[in-house]
């Protein structure tokens, strides 16, 4: 327990670190114009059209039709409330989260002259598809390594969830739509979300088992 909160508090401080960035323009966030520079300048066809893919389903809509049918298969197929509950709270957080914190810093978007797709006028800081998706992907992976799959299956929802989450990130840079500090502090707050989420399962489950020895 107290790893993870040594994780949340050093992740609230990196996104804090972040944020000051972003607002000033200094830091990390000094360095977003000419990364975006480059991304755009690496563009292609085929690349365009796989981010487009990549980046429609971290939609807020998209999202939330995934995680309602998600919950209701993981109350169908495990028999209970639990793993449906965690992915609905771990998802509802990561929308309040960005929603929250996007108003609060108000940072604004890269030009949109530079974007591939339909112009979004919100603000950029942080990412929420990157957030949203990250949270999301995650959590289905740590439901499935707690599961009764085989020890490969679970390593390859490991791997495809660090590898969705880093490709959703990416797009959002690549089509225009964020500063690639955006994407960064997405996913640091994804991750400390997860991390707290994590940490109040086992003090619940602690308690829970003090109470039935007791």
Known sequence: MLLGLLVI?????????????????DGLAAFDPR????FVAHRTAVLSKVAQTITFFGQVAVLTGLTVVVCALLRILTRRWRPAVILAVGMAGAAGLTYGLKVLIGRHRPDSSLVIGTIDTGFSFPSGHTLSSTVFFVLLAALLWYSKVSRKIKIAGA???VVLSIAMGLSRVYLGYHWATDVLAGWTVALTWLCLIGTA???IDARRDRRQSA
Not at 12 to 19: G, S
Not at 35 to 38: A, G, H, N, Q
């Open 9 to 25: 508090v050093l992740g609230a401080i990196a996104f804090a670190v972040q944020a000051d960035a972003a607002v000033e323009g």
């Open 35 to 38: 990364l975006t520079e480059d």
């Open 159 to 161: 791997i495809a969830a």
């Open 201 to 203: 399962i086992h003090v």
